[in-house]
């Protein structure tokens, strides 16, 4: 797996205007700018604990509210991924992780499978965090799983503090998608799954 896996995704509807670009083969280096200031700090988290190279620059309708925002951002940039993964060849298709932040515990399981599914199981003990919306983690997890074309499961084990349980998630989905799209040194060039595509 010698290509570079960086691609690019400008998105622009009636409510958002927003540019992505991934390297998966990062260093975790990013630069987001949502102007939703509680988001931006959970995609650096992102990109920090999965070792991708992420710049975002989104322009949406705050005015109104996040929603349109935050869903769009997480479907460009799971555009962004599926287009870096190309046909996905040698990697390893699966990925998981249990990850705490102090009282809260994360887990997210992740399937590259070309199916897109989200099974969600978080509850926030508030409506919101920072500035944003608790519901609004749940809409981005499931953009980024439909636009990605992975089977995405997260689940709350433990947590009061809402900060902590978004950040846990945010840092677990991290590191299952790191462990997912990382190259198979046992499989390179195979397509990791018995159809011979995904």
């Keep these: 797996m010698t290509q570079q896996r960086i691609a690019s995704i400008h998105r622009v509807t009636g409510e958002t205007d927003i540019a992505v670009t991934v390297n ?3 260093t975790g280096v990013a ?13 650096t988290a ?9 710049d975002i620059v989104a322009k949406g309708d ?9 869903e769009d951002t997480g479907i460009a940039l799971g555009q962004a991924i599926t287009r870096a993964l190309g046909d996905k060849r040698g990697v390893r298709r699966f990925g998981h992780a249990l990850v705490p932040l102090d009282e809260a515990l994360a887990e997210v399981v992740v ?10 199981t978080v509850d926030f003990p508030a409506p919101v965090v920072g500035e944003m919306d608790t519901e609004l983690f749940e809409e981005f997890f499931r953009a980024l799983a439909m636009a990605g ?3 995405l499961h997260v689940t709350k084990k433990a947590g009061r ?4 349980i978004a ?6 989905a991290a590191r299952a998608l790191r462990m997912a799209v990382e190259p198979d040194p046992r499989a390179s060039g195979v397509v990791p799954s018995t159809k011979g595509v995904l």
């Design 46 to 54: 992102l990109a920090r604990h999965g070792m991708l190279d992420l």
């Design 167 to 172: 950040e846990s998630a945010f840092k677990a």
């Design 111 to 120: 399937d590259l499978s070309g199916r897109p599914f989200i099974a969600w």
């Design 31 to 43: 630069s987001i700018d949502t102007g939703v200031g509680f988001f931006d700090h959970m995609l």
């Design 161 to 164: 503090n809402c900060h902590h």
């Design 149 to 151: 074309m992975m089977t």
């Design 24 to 26: 998966l083969d990062g």
């Design 62 to 70: 705050l005015h109104v509210d996040f929603h349109h925002t935050v």
